[in-house]
C-alpha cells in the first residue's frame, strides 16, 4: 500500500462521513417537511444549537459517550452510524475503482441511497426528491459510463419500474390491499438505470431473498405475522450494492448458479 493510496484512502473516508453528517439532516428533517438547509444543527431534545466542535462526524458522539453536551439527553446511534456508513462506502468504491467516473458516481449513489435507506426504515417512504433525480443522473451518466450502455441504462428503467409496477397492481388487484409501494418501482428505475437492464434481475432476486429471510425471522422470533409489513428498499439497496461492488466476483464464483440473473 502506498503512501498515495493510504491518503486517497483516508480522504475519501473524512469526505463520505462529513456526507453523512449532512445526511442525518437530511433523514431527520425531509419526513418532518423541514428545510435541510437552515437553521444550523441543534439538539432535537431540548433545542440547543450544537457547536461545530461537537459536529465532528463519529468522533463527537464518541466524545460524548452517546449524550446531548446540553442536555444529557441519548444520541441516537443512527448519527455515527449513518457517517461511518457512509465514509466506509466511499473508501469501498475507491479501493474497487480507483480515481474513475464510476468511483463519482457510485459515490454519489451512495450519498442519495443512505438517507432512503434510513427513511424507508423508519417512515416506510421513499423520498421523490432522490429516487427521481436520481433516474435522470442514472441516464446521464450512462453517456460516460465504460460499463454499461444508454440503451442498457433506459431499458434498465423501463423493465425496473414497469415490473414491479405491474406486480404491485396485480398484487392490490387481486388482494384488495397495496402491496409494494409506488417508492419502491422509482427505487428499482433508478437501480436499472445505474447498473443497466441486467442489474435488475440480479437486484429483485436477492432483495426479494433478503426480504424472505427477514419477513421469516419478524415472524419466528418477533411475534409478526404473514401481514406484518417490512419496508423494501432497504433490500433493494443492499442488492444493489452487491451487484455494483461485486457483482463480477459473484459471477466468476457461481456461473452456473447466477447465469440466469447476471
Known amino acids: 500500500m502506498t503512501v498515495d493510496f493510504l491518503f486517497l484512502s483516508v480522504s475519501f473516508f473524512l469526505i463520505g462521513s462529513l456526507i453523512g453528517s449532512f445526511l442525518n439532516v437530511v433523514i431527520y428533517r425531509w419526513p418532518r417537511e423541514e428545510s435541510v438547509v437552515s437553521p444550523r444543527s441543534k ?56 480515481l474513475s467516473f464510476q468511483t463519482f458516481e457510485y459515490c454519489l449513489f451512495v450519498s442519495m441511497a443512505v438517507p432512503c435507506i434510513f427513511i424507508d426504515l423508519e417512515h416506510y417512504l421513499l423520498p421523490d426528491v432522490l429516487t ?11 453517456f460516460i459510463s465504460d460499463t454499461r ?9 423501463v423493465f425496473g419500474g414497469g415490473l414491479f409496477w405491474f406486480m404491485s397492481w396485480f398484487y392490490e388487484r387481486y388482494r384488495n390491499k397495496e402491496g409494494m409501494g ?18 435488475v434481475f440480479f437486484i429483485i432476486f436477492v432483495s426479494s431473498l433478503l426480504g424472505t429471510v427477514a419477513g421469516l425471522y419478524v415472524i419466528f422470533f418477533k411475534g409478526g405475522s404473514r401481514n406484518s409489513g417490512l419496508p423494501f ?30
Open 233 to 262: 428498499g432497504p433490500f433493494l439497496i443492499f442488492a444493489a450494492f452487491l451487484y455494483y461492488f461485486f457483482g463480477g466476483h459473484i459471477q466468476s464464483a457461481f456461473p452456473g448458479l447466477f447465469l440466469f440473473i447476471l
Open 149 to 157: 450502455t444508454f440503451l442498457s441504462a433506459v431499458f434498465g428503467v
Open 43 to 98: 439538539c432535537p431534545s431540548c433545542g440547543e444549537g450544537i457547536p461545530w466542535y461537537l459536529n465532528v462526524p463519529v468522533f463527537a458522539w464518541i466524545f460524548l459517550r452517546g449524550k446531548a453536551a446540553c442536555c444529557g439527553a441519548n444520541i441516537s446511534w443512527r448519527y455515527p452510524l449513518v457517517e461511518f456508513l457512509t465514509g466506509a462506502l466511499f473508501v469501498l468504491t475507491f479501493n474497487l475503482f480507483g
Open 132 to 142: 427521481l433525480p436520481g433516474i435522470v443522473l442514472g441516464l446521464l451518466g450512462s
Open 182 to 199: 409506488f417508492g419502491d418501482v422509482k427505487l428499482l428505475a433508478w437501480l436499472g438505470a445505474l447498473g443497466g437492464v441486467s442489474s
